[in-house]
């Protein structure tokens, strides 16, 4: 192990407690000890229900909530904090676009725009609009490299395209999507665009008023963060006219018998006791990834991407999908075995104590579009080690010669 990686892993109390190789980031990422601190002491020394009490504590957990919400902003620089709305994840903060924007902005006659690649959370919701409101649900082509060259855009959009929704990476080929040329062509027809931003939030600094997206959601658990916390934003003159998404305690102004009037922006669509002590680990997760700096983030991500795929170009039965540019999978290398299963391949993995992940990552259309069915996906984070990674290959090596094949 370098010395940066003894640093970097002795911020991570299960890394450093484990043996496992774990190379599911994509899934979800470990924590480091700064975020398991936070929340611990939110409820040793804040713990009230936020935003209701007047007394001491009860505005203490509403000041330490609050701030959180600062900190997100801040790491999207959103324009204000009336656009950071706390969810569970992203693929809650998904349903409240399609259920509060989708049902009431689209109907018949107009097209919703996604991308073959995404990932079943942001797929499903527009489904259910598209049934609901009698719009039509139309797909973006990807090549095989996951790339998304300008006539495949071309040909996605119409002058009835009223919603985008994309992916920033795909979870399966780790490309990053063309954004600026996705939002520009969408907004000369007048459409909103919707970025699910949970496989890039945790690798790339991201400005939500430069991208010029309308709105954007993300995980606090791929970054580090705790689970059971997500983020939504959006642009404020569209959450202004939007309805509520879940409704009861937290969320109004006042009620009567029959009718209520809603709260101000964004506890409008924070219905219920929030996840205080869940935004408060967020905010400890992107104040780590600030001091740890996205750039040497980046640096060592990339390293690794390249000594995986540079290593696994040695067998000639294994097949990586997407790019063949380590700088175009953003720590995803997602391959297939020739004649090997890939719950196979992660099993026998799993007991050479290397964690990968198996399936069709919730993203079947893409598998379909593919023809791949099922494969195997190694995710990497900066925190993993080149050790790792060489265990990882070896393994690889190994697979075809368990499973009874001659080589
Ligand atoms: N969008 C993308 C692109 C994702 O990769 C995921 C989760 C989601 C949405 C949903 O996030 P959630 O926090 O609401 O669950 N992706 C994966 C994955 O690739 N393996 O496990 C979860």
């Known amino acids: 192990m370098t010395s940066e990686e003894r640093r970097i892993r002795a911020d991570f109390p299960l890394l450093m407690s484990d043996s496992t190789a774990y190379l599911d980031n994509a899934a979800t990422a470990q924590r480091p000890a700064c975020v ?18 007047l007394y001491g504590l009860s505005v203490a957990a509403t000041d330490c909530y609050e701030q959180a919400r600062e900190t997100v902003r801040d790491f999207i620089h959103a324009a204000s904090e009336r656009e ?17 924007y989708g049902l009431s902005h689209l109907k018949t006659g107009d097209e919703i725009l996604v991308s073959i690649m995404e990932h079943h959370s942001n797929l499903l919701p527009w489904q259910m609009v598209a049934r609901q409101t009698g719009a039509e649900l139309k797909f973006l ?92 934003y959006g642009k404020e003159a569209l959450l202004e006219e939007m309805p509520p998404f879940l409704t009861g305690g937290e969320m109004i102004d006042s009620v009567t018998r029959t009718g209520a009037t809603y709260a101000e922006l964004p506890h409008k669509f924070e219905a219920g006791t929030v996840n205080a002590a869940g935004a408060v680990g967020l905010a400890a997760a992107i104040r780590y990834i600030q001091q740890v700096g996205f750039e040497n983030m980046e640096r060592r991500e990339l ?66 579009y593919l023809g791949v069915w099922s494969t195997t996906r190694a995710s990497l984070f900066f925190y993993n080690t080149e050790e790792e990674v060489r265990a990882f290959v070896e393994s690889m090596g190994t697979v075809r010669r368990r499973m009874g094949y001659g080589e």
């Open 141 to 232: 082509e990807c090549e095989p490299d996951g790339s998304l060259p300008r006539a495949r855009l071309e040909a996605g959009f119409s002058p009835k395209t009223r919603l985008v929704a994309i992916g920033h990476v795909s979870n399966v080929l780790g490309r990053t999507a063309p954004v600026e040329e996705i939002v520009q062509m969408a907004h000369e027809r007048g459409a909103v665009v919707v970025l699910d931003a949970a496989q890039s939030a945790p690798h790339m600094a991201i400005d939500v008023q430069a991208l010029d997206v309308d709105f954007l959601a993300f995980s606090g658990h791929k970054l580090m963060g705790p689970m059971g916390i997500g983020v939504l």
């Open 84 to 100: 950071i709305i706390f969810t569970r994840n992203t693929s809650e903060s998904l349903n409240l676009v399609a259920y509060s």
């Open 36 to 53: 398991l601190d936070a929340q611990r002491d939110f409820y040793e020394h804040s713990n009230a229900n936020p935003l209701r009490g």
């Open 303 to 368: 390293a690794l991407t390249r000594l995986a795929m540079d290593g696994l170009k040695q067998y000639p039965f294994v097949h990586v999908l997407g790019s063949d540019r380590p700088e175009e999978h953003c720590g995803i290398v997602t391959f297939t075995v020739d004649g090997v299963h890939p719950h196979d391949i992660s099993a026998m993995l799993d007991s050479d104590g290397i964690a990968v992940r198996a399936g069709h990552h919730c993203a079947q259309p893409l598998m379909q």
